[in-house]
């Protein structure tokens, strides 16, 4: 859904470290491509003033975003500051002022998720709502009851297409091109589906432990961080219906469909780790079991994917930093020229990151007179990952009221329900090595299926 673009932009938790790292660099984007001009007004409770915001955003771009004086002059000159406590209903008169004639202001909160309702309600009850469009950070929640009473809060005050979920890994190019890819070419999908597909695969590793964001982390954990969120909706792009219709929800629905068919994970069917060193981390609870690695193993309950097993995992600390996902196709039921050939022979993999990979596992007959091959990767495509921010999309997106990238109410309830069954310590932990790919048990979680495809990274 698309309407009247917005007119004024208002970012809560201006002075802090997403903002200084993402938002700014894609603000600039916005200034420098898309032509924004409206004013803009950042939102804090640090006793900063106009001036010293606007020096800290230079410092930021410095940092973080591609010089550009003319673009950088401009942005500067829509900013404004305004300060105060989010609960104290004064902090919202002042804005009021500085919205002046705003009628479709966009409150972008990029601040902790405690202050979300409070934000939200403060909005609401000051009349600086209007017609105005809300965006949140994830997570949407701490479970799948706080996420339905915060949606509910939000649902009071504004109606659910003014409302933007975010979650900037859907604002990725290599994620968007990984469904383009999937719909644009027909040849994949006569095969998309049980009767060829015998497993799936999704990796996201990285080699950093969690020294900068330890507060955060320790009460959250890689479940919540990006299980929960960022690697199901990657797992919808994989497995999802193609959209039906011209309806500007068509591509939301069918990605809701799929998450609502996915079964609650069996605690039988999740492996947790946490890296050795974790717990010495300052900020980090002495004795935490949050976990920093987990495994698991879901099943989709449709005709398309009943009895394929799908495998995620994510950890910290590990050999390499990439996200890849591995589609495993099943053998022929009978091997032509009697050779013993791996289970993970045929497959397709499509690499989202450190840049943007597609390739197909093919077998290669070798030389000579015996009919043997060996296995090979067809390269369909690779290059480097795209420089375009992610919120530079999203926010864009947001300002115009287009929503197709934004979670919805009944998709965030719908992956709450496929981890509720595995929060926090319904299962045991594992310590791991730093450098390794995981404790042990993680390879007995895919054993009846083979083994864990690991990343390589050039």
């Not at 649902?155 to 003014?162: A, G, L, T, V």
């Not at 432990?209 to 479940?223: I, Q, S």
């Not at 929800?249 to 469909?257: F, G, P, T």
């Given at each position: 859904?698309?309407g009247?673009?917005?007119?004024?932009?208002v970012?809560?938790g201006?002075?802090?470290?997403?903002?200084?790292?993402?938002?700014?660099?894609?603000?600039?984007?916005?200034?420098?491509?898309?032509?924004?001009?409206?004013?803009?007004?950042g939102?804090?409770?640090?006793?900063?003033?106009?001036?010293?915001?606007?020096?800290?955003?230079?410092?930021?771009?410095?940092?973080?975003?591609?010089?550009?004086?003319?673009?950088?002059?401009?942005?500067?000159?829509?900013?404004?500051?305004?300060?105060?406590?989010?609960?104290?209903?004064?902090?919202?008169?002042?804005?009021?002022?500085?919205?002046?004639?705003?009628?479709?202001?966009l409150?972008?909160?990029?601040?902790?998720?405690?202050?979300?309702?409070?934000?939200?309600?403060?909005?609401?009850?000051?009349?600086?709502?209007?017609?105005?469009?809300?965006?949140?950070?994830?997570?949407?929640?701490?479970?799948?009851?706080?996420?339905?009473?915060?949606?509910?809060?939000?649902?009071?005050?504004?109606?659910?297409?003014n409302?933007?979920?975010?979650?900037?890994f859907?604002?990725?190019?290599?994620?968007?091109?990984?469904?383009?890819?999937?719909?644009?070419?027909?040849?994949f999908?006569?095969?998309?589906?049980?009767?060829?597909?015998?497993?799936?695969?999704?990796?996201?590793?990285?080699?950093?432990?969690?020294?900068?964001?330890?507060?955060?982390?320790?009460?959250?954990?890689?479940?919540?961080?990006?299980?929960?969120?960022?690697?199901?909706?990657?797992?919808?792009?994989?497995?999802?219906?193609?959209?039906t219709?011209?309806?500007?929800?068509?591509?939301?629905?069918?990605?809701?469909?799929?998450?609502?068919a996915?079964?609650?994970?069996?605690p039988?069917d999740?492996?947790?780790?946490?890296?050795?060193?974790?717990r010495d981390?300052?900020?980090?609870?002495?004795?935490t079991?949050?976990?920093?690695?987990?495994?698991?193993?879901?099943?989709?309950?449709?005709?398309?994917?009943?009895?394929?097993?799908?495998?995620?995992?994510?950890?910290?600390?590990?050999?390499?930093?990439?996200?890849?996902?591995?589609?495993?196709?099943?053998?022929?039921?009978?091997?032509?020229?009697?050779?013993?050939?791996?289970?993970?022979?045929?497959?397709?993999?499509?690499r989202?990151?450190?840049?943007?990979?597609?390739?197909?596992?093919?077998?290669?007959?070798?030389?000579?007179?015996?009919?043997?091959?060996?296995?090979?990767?067809?390269?369909?495509?690779?290059?480097?990952?795209?420089?375009r921010?992610?919120?530079?999309?999203?926010?864009?997106?947001?300002?115009?009221?287009?929503?197709?990238?934004?979670?919805?109410?009944?998709?965030v309830?719908?992956?709450?329900?496929?981890?509720?069954?595995?929060?926090?310590?319904t299962?045991?932990?594992?310590?791991?090595?730093?450098?390794?790919?995981?404790?042990?048990?993680?390879?007995?979680?895919?054993?009846?299926?083979?083994?864990?495809r690991?990343?390589?990274?050039n």
């Amino acid at each position: 859904m698309s309407g009247e673009p917005s007119d004024a932009l208002v970012v809560y938790g201006a002075t802090g470290d997403l903002a200084y790292k993402q938002i700014f660099a894609s603000l600039l984007g916005l200034v420098r491509d898309e032509g924004l001009d409206v004013p803009i007004i950042g939102v804090a409770h640090s006793g900063w003033d106009t001036e010293k915001l606007r020096a800290y955003v230079k410092e930021s771009l410095a940092q973080h975003g591609k010089v550009d004086e003319k673009a950088q002059e401009k942005l500067l000159s829509l900013m404004q500051y305004v300060d105060g406590d989010y609960a104290d209903p004064a902090l919202f008169e002042k804005l009021h002022e500085q919205l002046g004639n705003a009628a479709r202001p966009l409150h972008y909160l990029a601040v902790p998720p405690r202050f979300f309702e409070v934000v939200a309600e403060g909005i609401a009850k000051s009349g600086v709502a209007g017609n105005a469009r809300l965006v949140l950070e994830k997570p949407f929640g701490h479970d799948r009851a706080s996420a339905k009473k915060l949606n509910e809060v939000l649902r009071q005050n504004f109606p659910e297409n003014n409302i933007f979920r975010i979650d900037h890994f859907l604002g990725k190019e290599p994620v968007q091109n990984l469904l383009y890819t999937r719909f644009a070419n027909p040849m994949f999908e006569p095969i998309w589906n049980r009767n060829y597909v015998r497993s799936i695969q999704i990796t996201m590793a990285e080699t950093f432990g969690v020294e900068n964001r330890a507060k955060f982390y320790d009460a959250t954990g890689a479940n919540r961080d990006v299980l929960q969120n960022h690697l199901l909706q990657i797992l919808a792009h994989v497995v999802m219906d193609p959209p039906t219709g011209e309806e500007s929800e068509a591509m939301r629905d069918q990605k809701a469909s799929l998450l609502k068919a996915i079964r609650p994970i069996d605690p039988n069917d999740v492996v947790r780790g946490q890296y050795r060193g974790y717990r010495d981390i300052p900020d980090v609870r002495g004795g935490t079991t949050t976990e920093t690695f987990i495994a698991v193993r879901l099943f989709i309950e449709s005709w398309r994917w009943e009895g394929v097993p799908i495998y995620i995992r994510t950890g910290k600390k590990m050999p390499v930093t990439a996200t890849e996902v591995c589609v495993q196709f099943r053998r022929p039921p009978r091997e032509t020229f009697g050779e013993m050939v791996p289970s993970d022979s045929a497959h397709m993999r499509f690499r989202l990151s450190p840049d943007t990979a597609i390739g197909m596992g093919l077998r290669v007959k070798q030389s000579g007179d015996r009919m043997m091959g060996s296995d090979k990767e067809l390269m369909l495509t690779a290059r480097a990952a795209a420089d375009r921010p992610p919120y530079q999309r999203l926010l864009g997106d947001a300002m115009h009221g287009k929503n197709d990238l934004f979670g919805r109410e009944d998709i965030v309830d719908a992956q709450w329900r496929v981890v509720q069954n595995i929060l926090d310590d319904t299962t045991p932990l594992y310590v791991y090595e730093p450098n390794s790919w995981g404790p042990d048990e993680a390879l007995q979680l895919i054993s009846a299926d083979g083994t864990w495809r690991n990343p390589q990274v050039n």
